[in-house]
């Protein structure tokens, strides 16, 4: 029998395990497609994808660029994490610039400290027509709709506003 202090042990560790498990090898090659109707009638059509982590697997890279095209977004968001390491980031750029539709990206942690090169990652954006984002925003044309791009120093001013 298993007494509750062996269970609470065993839960203590398995946990942890579990979630490294997880994202180190389900979540990383995790392809998710979900469709949201916001207003009736429709509006625009835009893919948000994140997280990419490219390290070589040119494979994979290709299946994600492909099930990104094949949505004929309007437009697409990324929200950080190209690469892990900068490396990877001339062969990642390349596959940003295969998507078919303006690509607006802001910086996650990795690209921060794996030391990107941010001046070719600002043209790789633009040559989809879209932009990378460090504190900074554009109205993507044709829509209103604003995209804001953080810088690691400005999540940090974000506040909630105060209490009532």
């Not at 001013?157 to 009532?164: F, G, N, V």
Request: aromatic content about 12%; hydrophobic content about 45%.
């Amino acid at each position: 029998m298993m007494t509750r202090r062996k269970f609470l042990t065993l839960t203590a560790f398995a946990l942890p395990t579990a979630a490294y498990a997880n994202a180190s090898w389900v979540e990383p090659t995790n392809i998710c497609v979900r469709e949201l109707t916001l207003t009736p009638g429709g509006g625009a059509r835009f893919v948000h994808f994140t997280d990419f982590h490219y390290k070589g697997d040119a494979e994979y890279a290709a299946e994600v660029i492909a099930t990104i095209n094949r949505q004929q977004p309007a437009f697409v968001c990324f929200s950080g994490d190209l690469v892990e390491d900068k490396a990877f980031a001339p062969a990642a750029l390349d596959f940003i610039r295969q998507i078919k539709a303006p690509v607006y990206g802001a910086p996650g942690n990795h690209d921060y400290l794996s030391q990107s090169p941010f001046p070719e990652y600002e043209k790789a954006f633009a040559e989809t027509g879209g932009a990378w984002l460090v504190d900074c925003s554009v109205v993507v044309p044709n829509f209103d709709l604003e995209i804001v791009g953080l810088a690691l120093t400005s999540v940090q001013t974000l506040q909630s506003p105060p209490a009532a």
